[in-house]
């Protein structure tokens, strides 16, 4: 009979040691700047969580008056900026070296899904800065989610879209990237594709 709490107890050994989240070596080929791109990626989203706290702490009415709270706002919305350049740069270099092989897929499947999830996060936020570039996005929008049938999601109600960009796509956004690097963690960072000449290599090597 399986045991839960024995499996549990093997499972979270891994996943909490310190050989999994402190390497000590890399590979040679993960030492690039294209294995940056996803830290830059998840650097870039630590920015974006503080800035948005203490935007969120002073609340809308100070974002535009205040100095400090227009950096702030202004250091929030350049971290969104490089945080979808990054991602999107990571994307490209995790296709073209097929970083879903040898068991990766659910780290690609979470990679996939994080993207997804950025972007409602990302509109959220434009739909509460409140200008009118906002207020037009939140009347076209809610004719478009009106149409998919889900009315309960109401674009123009500025509460209900401070409360979705403020705690709860970032919770679940925060998330889903913490599943997906401790996926990366545990299953380290795929191997280039084998070249040509490693192939003839190996076959020589076999013989
Ligand atoms: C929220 C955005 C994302 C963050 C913060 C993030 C973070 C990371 C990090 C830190 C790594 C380790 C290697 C590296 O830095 O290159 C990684 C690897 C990986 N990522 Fe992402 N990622 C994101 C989005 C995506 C997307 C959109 C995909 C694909 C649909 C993806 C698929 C993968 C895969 C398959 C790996 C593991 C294999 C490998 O590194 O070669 N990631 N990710």
Known sequence: MTNWTLTAKKRLGTILS???WLPTEMPEYAQGFMYMLGSLT????VVLILSGIVLAMNGPETWATNGLMRFTAATH???VQAFFFFMMLH????FFTGAWRGGRGKT???GAIAFLVAIPTAFTG???NGDLYSQW???????????????WVNLTNASQ???MHVVVMPLVLGAVIALHITLVRLKSVVPPYPTAASQSTKGVSDQ
């Open 126 to 128: 434009f739909l509460i």
């Open 77 to 79: 919305f350049w971290a």
């Open 137 to 151: 996005n939140a009347v076209q929008g809610k004719d478009g989610i009106n149409a998919m049938g889900l009315g």
């Open 42 to 45: 998840a650097s870039s989203f």
């Open 18 to 20: 310190a050989e999994t």
């Open 161 to 163: 879209m401070f409360g």
């Open 108 to 110: 690609w499947l979470l």
């Open 91 to 94: 994307l490209w270099r995790v």
